[in-house]
């Protein structure tokens, strides 16, 4: 099928056009103000001759997406309802499919949610312990993000182990400027770092990760900070960027090699994190065939790898040196340790691609029977 995928954002739109799992087209248009105009660009763009569908990232499918969706009236009301949980990103991704909707008449729409692969997390890893009345009131609990970067890295790992999903389980560690940890199952998401936003967990380029609550009560009080002032502290000056006053990995990299201290600290505890997250979801999946990397730190910043996972050999846990330094994609664990580690890039776009066509596939199932 030839299909496209859109990723609709405040200020960018972003497109791939495939054949299949070929690449086509793909490009990007900046300083977005009008979804109308950026996406008439993009299709003036590309030649969209004997197109089957359109894939949409949407970040946010609350309780009501477990799996990505053919756009319909309903669908999109659903998506305008979850706004209050993804005020940033669904605006954008709506905006994105209403216009994609007028300009391609007739063309199957897909709606793939990045919460959607975690909607196999049991109860117990979703629920958070606060009053339950509110929680359900509010639809508080874990969603998790990376959702379509998680299945793809998870699905790609056991292919390279040369074993059936089913039978493989992983860590993959999504580290970009947002990062995120997922314990994957047999190919089902049973534990992930991010919660009911993608606040939650690893340390990240300008966001904090796990923080003890009472440390905002405490600076709401003693500090005089209101809502809006701790939103912006969480959300864009900490992690990184809060540590060390920068929030890109290679310019921490570069800054803790000529011997900065502050960022020699940011990234002890940037690893620290990760090494916990994967010592926890050891313990939760019980059996550990595979960790994977991926992501923009989590391919190329060896480093990371290696300090994030040092010390852990008696889990099974290992780098070989060379491997880590020289790989782009493939196994970094020396042979035969018994959990393989692997750095494997991810393709989101690919996964929305791959989703939206079985969708289509389905319905055209449904509508020859």
């Known amino acids: 099928m030839k299909i496209l995928v859109l990723n609709s954002g405040s200020s960018s739109v972003k497109y791939q056009?495939?054949?299949?799992?070929?690449?086509?087209?793909?490009?990007?248009?900046?300083?977005?103000?009008?979804?109308?105009?950026a996406l008439a660009e993009v299709t003036q763009r590309l030649?969209?001759?004997?197109?089957?569908?359109?894939?949409?990232?949407?970040?946010?499918?609350?309780?009501?997406?477990?799996?990505?969706?053919?756009?319909?009236?309903?669908?999109?009301?659903?998506?305008?309802?979850?706004?209050?949980?993804?005020?940033?990103?669904?605006?954008?991704?709506?905006?994105?499919?209403?216009?994609?909707?007028?300009?391609?008449?007739g063309v199957p729409q897909v709606a793939v949610f990045d919460t959607a692969f975690h909607r196999t997390l049991p109860e117990e890893a979703a629920t958070y312990a606060i009053d339950k009345e509110l929680a359900d009131w509010h639809a508080v609990r874990r969603y998790g993000f990376h959702g379509t970067s998680h299945a793809y890295v998870s699905r790609r790992t056991a292919a390279l182990l040369g074993r059936p999903l089913e039978t493989v389980n992983t860590i993959t560690l999504h580290l970009g400027n947002g990062a995120s940890a997922c314990a994957v199952e047999g190919g089902r998401s049973v534990a992930t770092s991010m919660g009911l936003t993608?606040?939650?967990?690893?340390?990240?380029?300008?966001?904090?990760?796990?923080?003890?609550?009472?440390?905002?009560?405490?600076?709401?009080?003693?500090?005089?900070?209101?809502?809006?002032?701790?939103d912006n502290m969480l959300n864009h000056r900490s992690g990184l960027l809060g540590l060390a006053g920068v929030g890109d990995m290679r310019e921490v990299l570069s800054r803790r090699a000529a011997g900065d201290r502050a960022t020699a600290l940011a990234l002890a505890v940037y690893c620290r994190r990760i090494k916990e997250y994967v010592g926890a979801y050891?313990?939760?999946?019980?059996?550990?065939?595979?960790?994977?990397?991926?992501?923009?730190?989590?391919?190329?910043?060896?480093?990371?790898r290696a300090e994030s996972l040092a010390g852990l050999s008696r889990l099974g846990i290992e780098i070989d040196t060379e491997r880590n330094e020289r790989v782009e994609e493939g196994i970094i664990s020396p042979d035969g340790a018994p959990v393989a580690v692997f750095v494997v890039p991810t393709d989101e776009e690919l996964e929305?691609?791959?989703?939206?066509?079985?969708?289509?596939?389905?319905?055209?199932?449904?509508?020859?029977?």
């Open 17 to 37: 056009l495939y054949d299949g799992d070929t690449t086509l087209d793909e490009g990007t248009v900046e300083r977005v103000t009008d979804h109308d105009a």
């Open 198 to 230: 993608p606040l939650e967990g690893l340390v990240m380029g300008t966001r904090s990760g796990d923080v003890d609550p009472g440390v905002l009560i405490y600076l709401a009080r003693n500090a005089g900070m209101s809502i809006d002032d701790l």
């Open 282 to 304: 050891y313990a939760v999946l019980g059996r550990l065939d595979a960790i994977a990397f991926t992501a923009g730190v989590g391919e190329r910043a060896a480093v990371v």
């Open 352 to 369: 929305i691609a791959t989703q939206a066509r079985g969708v289509i596939a389905s319905a055209r199932g449904e509508e020859r029977d």
């Open 47 to 105: 030649d969209l001759s004997g197109l089957d569908g359109v894939g949409h990232r949407v970040v946010h499918g609350g309780g009501l997406f477990s799996e990505p969706a053919l756009v319909t009236d309903g669908v999109v009301a659903a998506i305008r309802h979850l706004i209050p949980l993804a005020p940033l990103h669904n605006p954008a991704n709506l905006a994105g499919i209403e216009v994609a909707r007028k300009l391609l008449p």
